[in-house]
């Protein structure tokens, strides 16, 4: 079976980081000394920059006022956390570094280093790359759709693991979905001391929930003839 491609099976780091701010709920901010954490209020504008809405009485507010041409630095985290319930949930961290500046009643924070941390390490983001970059159009939907394929469709993820390589399934315990993109799903392969990751990757690239529905379908079609495909195994903290 040929398995030729010719897009990227997997987001690249500028869309990932982008993804990633576009569906967080929450962010932890350290400026000036200050460290606050913030939930539901923050927006980001379509250049990546972040708007957060913050009380007249924060400390943050505080700082952004006091300092020298009121825009101090400071460092935004973010936390990209598995809708599933599965070992080691967070699946990647982002960091912001920038500047803030009072905008409409609101702070405005121009991020100058972007940095995406996760299991396989960090890499800086190139700042024109992530600023041109979009999220992942399923980013939004990601939490929802894991959610459901796990709780209403534990048969279908079984199913799957038929394209996994028998070696990437040895002393298995559980096998969770851990992550979804347009380019593809990957499972989480819990074992007793250690976990693995394997992506799933789609024939072409999904754009909505719906052709994300055809493509899974087709995953399962594949599934069904036993026709494993090349796979993209990721190790993890704690594989052996």
Known sequence: ?????????APGAAERARSVLAAAWSCAVTADGVREEYVGAHTVTEDGAVRLAVPDDSGLFG???CAPRQEPS??????DVAPVPVRHRIRARLFLSGWFAPSEGTLLFRPTRVVL????????????????????PLAGAESRLLTHLADAHPDAVERLTRLVRPDSLHAATRVAPLAVDRHGLTLRIERTRAHGDVRLPFHT???????LTERLHALLAQAAAGCPR???RQRADGDG
């Open 1 to 9: 079976m040929d398995d030729t491609q010719d897009w990227t099976a």
């Open 230 to 232: 090349a796979l993209q």
């Open 205 to 211: 690239p999904a754009d909505d929930v719906t052709q």
């Open 117 to 136: 941390r996760r299991s396989a390490g960090a890499v800086v983001v190139d700042l024109d790359e992530f600023t041109a970059a979009r999220p992942d």
């Open 74 to 79: 400071a460092l935004l985290e973010f936390a």
């Open 63 to 65: 700082a952004v006022l």
